[in-house]
């Protein structure tokens, strides 16, 4: 069985890594030449909306997934007219929008912070008026790893802010004094079994996650998978999903779901009785999943922007490295420790 993946990240190799076992393929569609999914797979090197390449990722492979929200609408849909494409266009649709995101949220009763559409410096305007400061204003689409984003605090000249997140559709958003961010990762099969994994407790810096620590029996758990289910259900919804939230009390406020596997369940490659690479594979291909239950304490460090010395975590017990074949640069996610 062959499986296309339009993307060729880490997210890609790691999905290959955990699909051989099972006795799957995989080719990725990725337009850079040092893909690090590359070596793990057949490489078709195009342009994610190149039509040649996706004729040839659809003749190639029988079943197409993704490992990032940002592939275009279109080249999805000219491969969904085809073959399966899992999680479905639809679901993508909404989560690479953050407005469509938030709305849908609200729509199921999941609570967000207050946010409002922004097209222009005058509805911005009014969405501070609407929204108070301060408030963090994001680009709609193509944001990660906080790129994309400006916070606006009182007196801050709204036009600069406009301009730094390059004056394209945007929300605008309620800065949430958060107790925790936790996230959690599910997934649901093609005939709709579903499976949750424990939440993750995470920390950013800079907009980027740093650190994810499992955690065991959290009181907040039944609140997460009854949000994450509505979700998966609305979606019609089959593969891995990932929503991130801020803990304020006894509330969680959506932030923002991802229609892949995610870096905050990295941890359950090793943590985990079947991590979230294995359980995504499995669920597209309708077959079993694999139990979440997590064997042990975990949690997940980012290697980020330079490599340290990989002896030292080699010489802990019960240190897991995972490094991707990618050149370091700052800010760029090269690795991870379990
Ligand atoms: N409304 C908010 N209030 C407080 N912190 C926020 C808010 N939005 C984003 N952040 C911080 O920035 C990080 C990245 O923002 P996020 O919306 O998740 O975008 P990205 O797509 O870059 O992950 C969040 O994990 C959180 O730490
Ligand atoms: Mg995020």
């Not at 967000?112 to 301060?134: M, S, Y």
């Not at 006894?250 to 369940?265: D, I, Q, T, W, Y």
């Amino acid at each position: 069985m062959k499986i296309g993946i339009l993307g060729g990240g880490q997210l890609a190799r790691m999905l290959a890594l955990a699909g051989y076992p099972l006795g799957l393929d995989f080719t990725v569609l990725e337009p850079a030449a040092d893909a690090c999914a590359a070596p793990l797979s057949r490489h078709i090197q195009a342009a994610y909306d190149d039509a040649e390449g996706l004729e040839r990722l659809a003749a190639e492979c029988e079943l197409i997934t993704y490992e990032f929200e940002s592939v275009p609408a279109d080249a999805v849909e000219k491969l969904d007219a085809s073959l399966d494409v899992f999680p479905p266009p639809s679901a993508l649709a909404t989560a690479r929008d953050r407005n469509h995101e938030k709305t849908l949220f609200n729509e199921l009763g999941i609570e967000t912070a207050p946010f409002a559409e922004a097209h222009d410096l005058r509805t911005l305007q009014l969405a501070v008026e609407n929204i108070g400061l301060p408030a963090i204003l994001k680009t709609r689409t193509l944001g990660y790893d906080g790129k994309g984003q400006q916070v606006i605090r009182p007196g801050d000249d709204l036009r600069s802010a406009w301009e730094a997140i390059g004056e394209v559709p945007a929300i605008l958003e309620g800065l949430v004094d958060f107790e925790r961010e936790v996230s959690i990762i599910a997934v649901r099969s093609v005939s709709g079994e579903m499976a949750f994994y424990p939440l993750a407790e995470n920390v950013h810096e800079q907009g980027i996650l740093r650190l994810s620590t499992c955690l065991h029996d959290d009181s907040h758990q039944p609140l997460a998978e009854d949000y994450v289910k509505r979700v998966l259900q609305r979606l019609d919804y089959v593969g891995v999903l990932a929503i991130e939230f801020f803990q304020v009390g006894s509330h969680l406020l959506a932030n923002e779901m991802a229609p892949r596997v995610h870096n905050s369940g990295h941890w359950t490659i090793e943590g985990a009785e079947t991590s979230q690479f294995e359980n995504h594979l499995r669920a597209i291909l309708d077959l079993p999943l694999g139990s979440t239950a997590p064997v042990a304490y975990a949690a997940m460090v980012n290697i980020i922007g330079e490599l340290p010395d990989t002896r030292v975590f080699l010489g802990m017990k019960n240190a897991h490295l995972h490094l991707y074949g990618k050149a370091p640069r700052a800010g760029r996610k090269i690795g991870h420790v379990t």
